[in-house]
């Protein structure tokens, strides 16, 4: 089965190898571009098989950046995919691309835990059963949608309705006739609206907090990744009057239905970690009346939802498209090389300065698409560690290591 688990042999007398732990599209694009250099790397995923959080996401689902300019290091998306590829086929393009690959794919294990190793010479991961396992250097790849986020709105235990994170969302069909409000208007709570609303919910309302910028994914057949390509390293304010000018010019001004033009500039507000909303029926939903802006959710009380703006509605169920949080902090907070958000202090090809040989990849979210940056990133991280690795200095090591133990060969 593609994407089925390998079991390398951890005791041999061969070098440490690169652990990668996660088997989505940072850590297999990743393990690729090692393997293509010589450089052994075994990937560790907690889940049964390769892509589980793309298997998990909701059923609408397609890439937002085109196929040519979304395929990982080494093989091409196929074309019969189309040019905006469903999540079942990202699924199956990352099945078969640990198989094209020969990755050595290990399924089952979770990694809790990274410590230095005891000799300064890499790490030891701390797994599932017990497992320690030396690496000469790790990559971490769990994704930046790890850990759903869901507010701890006041009241909400009591509220009577359904409440779920958009992580739980498939279809609209368990909400058929039902009246849906989706908390938060990024691209994933556009979208679920947008697909409640296609899919017979009686009613839809989106609440939002701050209004978004919002992008048609194609303007005659230009996609809007590859401006976001182009303009990534031009000033933050002529970028800011770019995506104005275009707006106006693409966009409809729908402040009259509750979604205004945002102040703050697009790219600054993409600095700040806010991605532009790709269209992809949200406009004519919000026209037409299918999909409602209201305001921020303050709260719940008794029955109701308590708005921002002071009013008071009763949907059946509320989805919260709130995000996610990346949950790192067990597996590396205690080596200080997170920032006050619980994002990696250096991304690949760097490591942090206290923790040489320790790399992050799929942690930053670029205008110019997640798949793109993490095939570039992955190359670059080859590149670093085709290189003798570095000494971690004996005044880096304050971190209590744990025993020397040998590494057990790992099993799924």
């Known amino acids: 089965m593609p994407g089925a688990p390998t079991e390398p042999d951890l005791m041999t007398t061969q070098p440490r190898p690169v652990y990668v732990i996660g088997g989505g599209p940072g850590g297999l694009a990743a393990a690729a571009a090692l393997r293509a250099r010589g450089v052994r790397a075994v990937v560790v995923e907690k889940a049964p098989a390769v892509g589980a959080s793309w298997r998990g996401h909701y059923d609408r689902l397609h890439l937002h950046t085109t196929r040519r300019l979304s395929a990982l290091p080494g093989l091409a998306i196929p074309r019969r995919f189309g040019r905006w590829v469903s999540r079942d086929n990202v699924v199956r393009y990352l099945e078969k691309y640990a198989e094209h690959h020969e990755l050595e794919v290990v399924t089952g294990v979770e990694v809790s835990r990274i410590d230095p190793a005891p000799d300064?010479?890499?790490?030891?991961?701390?797994?599932?059963?017990?497992?320690?396992l030396a690496a000469r250097a790790v990559v971490v790849a769990t994704g930046f949608n790890h850990t759903p986020r869901l507010p701890d709105w006041p009241g909400q235990e009591a509220w009577p309705g359904r409440i779920a994170h958009a992580a739980d969302y498939r279809n609209p069909t368990p909400y058929a006739g039902q009246d849906v409000l989706v908390v938060g208007v990024g691209n994933t709570g556009a979208e679920i609206a947008v697909d409640l609303a296609d899919g017979g919910a009686a009613r839809v309302r989106l609440a939002v907090?701050?209004?978004?910028?919002?992008l048609r994914r194609s303007t005659a057949g230009w996609?809007?990744?590859r401006t976001g390509i182009l303009v990534r390293h031009l000033p933050v304010p002529l970028v800011d009057r770019l995506a104005r000018l275009v707006a106006r010019i693409s966009v409809p001004d729908l402040s009259a239905y509750g979604l205004p033009r945002p102040e703050t500039?697009?790219?600054?507000?993409?600095r700040q970690g806010a991605i532009p909303v790709q269209d992809v029926g949200l406009i004519d939903a919000v026209r037409a009346g299918r999909v409602e802006p209201v305001a921020a959710v303050e709260g719940f009380d008794g029955a109701e939802v308590v708005l921002a703006d002071g009013s008071r509605i009763t949907p059946d169920a509320v989805i919260a498209a709130t995000g996610y949080r990346r949950g790192l902090e067990g597996l590396v907070g205690h080596l200080g090389v997170l920032d006050e958000r619980g994002r990696p202090t250096a991304h690949v090809p760097h490591s942090p300065a206290e923790a040489p040989g320790l790399y992050f990849t799929g942690y930053t979210n670029?205008?110019?698409?997640?798949?793109?940056?993490?095939?570039?990133?992955?190359?670059?991280?080859a590149r670093a560690l085709s290189r003798p690795p570095r000494r971690r200095r004996s005044a880096d090591r304050s971190v209590p290591h744990p025993p020397a133990r040998p590494a057990p060969t790992v099993q799924p």
Do not use: C, N
């Open 120 to 132: 300064g010479e890499g790490w030891i991961l701390h797994a599932s059963g017990g497992r320690e």
């Open 209 to 214: 907090r701050t209004a978004p910028h919002i």
């Open 366 to 381: 670029p205008i110019s698409g997640m798949f793109r940056e993490l095939a570039r990133d992955a190359e670059k991280l």
């Open 223 to 225: 996609p809007a990744q």
């Open 265 to 270: 500039g697009l790219y600054t507000r993409v």
